[in-house]
T-cell receptor
């Protein structure tokens, strides 16, 4: 069974540009969540999509947006990039297993803003 | 107030030490308590989980939950350099609501 795939693995962008990151979840998983991870703040929740609808949202500015397609693949977009957006962006897919839900993470996209 | 609080560390210990990693949470509805481990340049992976209060042991790892004080712990006995990683607590209400702590970076020195 293929795992969660995130592309690209590494990205370098300039301040003010925009970027789109992609996540392909495990087959059959309908929930996709996005996280930002930095050494200072740790793992922070961005948003979660389920069946093409945003179900939960973290405390990030509107420059961060996402969407989910009918095949459950998801994209995350960051507009007007700032230096502070440099981080590892992780995607996780999940599907309920009994009463608990295990999240399966991709290897992440390392974004560097210069 | 965040639903889950976790000290980001870093925590540095000598090989063979007992490591204690902790989280506090505020939502009484959490019933499942998971710990994820993340090695460098990898995504987090589920390490172990417990249901409700009590202890669960898996080899050198023990997960402990005290629901009365809303306190979650992960103990690592006889720590090894290979245990160096970021550890994230993740309480859950079941279904799709799982909240991740920020993660604690652990370094075990040989």
């Amino acid at each position: 069974k293929a795992g969660v795939t995130q592309t690209p693995r590494y990205l370098i962008k300039t301040r003010g540009q925009q970027v789109t990151l992609s996540c392909s979840p495990i087959s059959g998983h309908r929930s996709v969540s996005w996280y930002q991870q930095t050494p200072g703040q740790g793992l922070q929740f961005l948003f979660e999509y389920f069946s093409e609808t945003q179900r939960n949202k973290g405390n990030f500015p509107g420059r961060f947006s996402g969407r989910q397609f009918s095949n459950s693949r998801s994209e995350m977009n960051v507009s007007t990039l700032e230096l502070g957006d440099s981080a590892l962006y992780l995607c996780a897919s999940s599907s309920p297993t009994g009463d608990r839900t295990e999240a399966f993470f991709g290897q992440g996209t390392r974004l560097t803003v210069v | 107030q965040k639903e889950v609080e976790q000290d980001p560390g870093p925590l540095s210990v000598p090989e063979g030490a007992i490591v204690s990693l902790n989280c506090t949470y505020s939502n009484s509805a959490f019933q499942y308590f998971m710990w994820y481990r993340q090695y460098s340049r990898k995504g987090p992976e589920l390490l172990m989980y417990t249901y409700s209060s009590g202890n669960k042991e898996d080899g050198r790892f023990t997960a402990q939950v005290d629901k009365s004080s809303k306190y979650i712990s992960l103990f690592i006995r006889d720590s090894q350099p290979s245990d160096s990683a970021t550890y994230l607590c993740a309480p859950s209400t079941g279904g799709f609501k799982t909240i991740f702590g920020a993660g604690t970076r652990l370094f075990v020195k040989a």
